[in-house]
């Protein structure tokens, strides 16, 4: 068997593990760092939407139909994901992502991404290379920018 395609990326958020949970699993959480908008409710098959461009048109505002897979309080999550708008020919389809978190002491807290379920060749390549920073560079860092600076203006977000 070969190895399974992953994305992985870690960080460390200077923040209880409580407060991090909340960040992935609250509405005022989520928007916080992640996106503008949401719709979703922590629970197994929940909807996890997360969507960045909350005014286009229905479709393509972000991870729309996406659903919370598992939860374990404070330590796990895991939710289905989408490949962006501009990527149709595997935007239909899912992958997962799991987020672990790992209290570092009372103050900083280790997150972990891990991002499966891909396909290969095609659109899948490029959404492949796409997560890989958009989570490393772009996600995981605001999620610290968070912390240390107070919640992203939607408006004027920061250049990472």
């Known amino acids: 068997m070969q190895d399974l395609k992953t994305v992985q990326c870690v960080a460390e958020v200077p923040a209880p593990i409580d407060a991090v949970w909340e960040a992935w699993t609250t509405e005022g959480g989520v928007v916080s760092f992640f996106a503008p908008a949401v719709n979703l409710r922590a629970e ?3 909807p996890y939407e997360i969507l960045f461009n909350p005014d286009a048109p ?3 505002q972000g991870a729309e139909g996406m659903r919370f897979l598992a939860l374990q309080e404070p ?24 987020i672990r ?3 570092l002491d009372s103050t900083s807290t280790r997150v972990q991404l891990l ?8 659109q899948w390549e490029e959404a492949f290379d796409y997560f890989v920073r958009a989570w490393g ?11 240390e600076n107070g ?3 939607w408006s004027n977000p920061p250049a990472l």
Do not use: C, I, M
């Open 44 to 46: 197994p098959d929940g």
């Open 58 to 60: 229905e479709g393509t």
């Open 75 to 98: 330590t796990f999550l895991s939710f289905t994901w989408n490949a962006p708008p501009h990527l149709p020919e595997v935007r239909g389809q899912r992958t997962w992502v799991e």
């Open 101 to 103: 978190l790992e209290e």
């Open 115 to 122: 991002h499966g379920g891909w396909g290969t060749g095609g």
């Open 137 to 147: 560079k772009v996600v995981l860092p605001r999620l610290v920018y968070r912390f």
């Open 151 to 153: 919640p992203v203006d």
